[in-house]
């Protein structure tokens, strides 16, 4: 089978996904739908994906190529973090968890940590936890009104 959509359209078509689905706003239905979109893209992208150039010479579309591999597996665990959030804070904002005034409704007792995602090709990545200790500040919610 003939491969058929350059690497710039698959990122092209990454980038409009994780901007629609993956911005400042975001609500638990774009995110469930984003993360479907971008499987699927790295789906297709392994197997449409052309890649130019011969493997004795310098080719940096292949470089290309596998950043944009590496952008895809970043946009899944994006989307994951921003689901497994339950909460709106700093520059996540769910829609379904803000005031009746529209600022961001924070929960602190449950999302006072710093995570990092541990990424498992065909399996459900990995959350790690690191709590968050405020002693030279207090932790309040900020107003932007």
């Known amino acids: 089978k003939k491969k058929k959509k350059t690497v710039e359209q698959f990122h092209r078509r990454l980038d ?3 901007w629609d689905y ?3 706003a975001r609500n638990a239905e774009g995110l469930q739908k984003a993360k479907k979109l971008v499987q699927e893209l790295r789906e297709e992208y392994w197997k449409d994906a052309i890649v ?3 493997k004795d010479e310098f080719n940096p579309e292949l470089e290309k190529a596998m ?11 994006m989307i994951e973090d921003a689901l497994n959030r339950n909460e709106s804070c700093g520059g996540h904002f769910r829609e379904e968890y803000q005031t009746p005034e529209g600022e ?3 929960n602190d007792a449950d999302y006072t940590y710093v995570a990092a995602w541990e990424w498992k090709d065909g399996a459900d990545s990995v959350l790690h936890k690191e709590p968050l200790k405020f002693e030279a500040v207090e932790l309040k919610t900020r107003s932007y009104k």
């Open 16 to 18: 409009m996904i994780m």
């Open 22 to 24: 993956c911005g400042m």
């Open 52 to 54: 130019p150039g011969g």
């Open 67 to 77: 950043r944009v591999a590496d952008f895809m597996e970043l946009g899944e665990m």
């Open 104 to 106: 961001a409704l924070r």
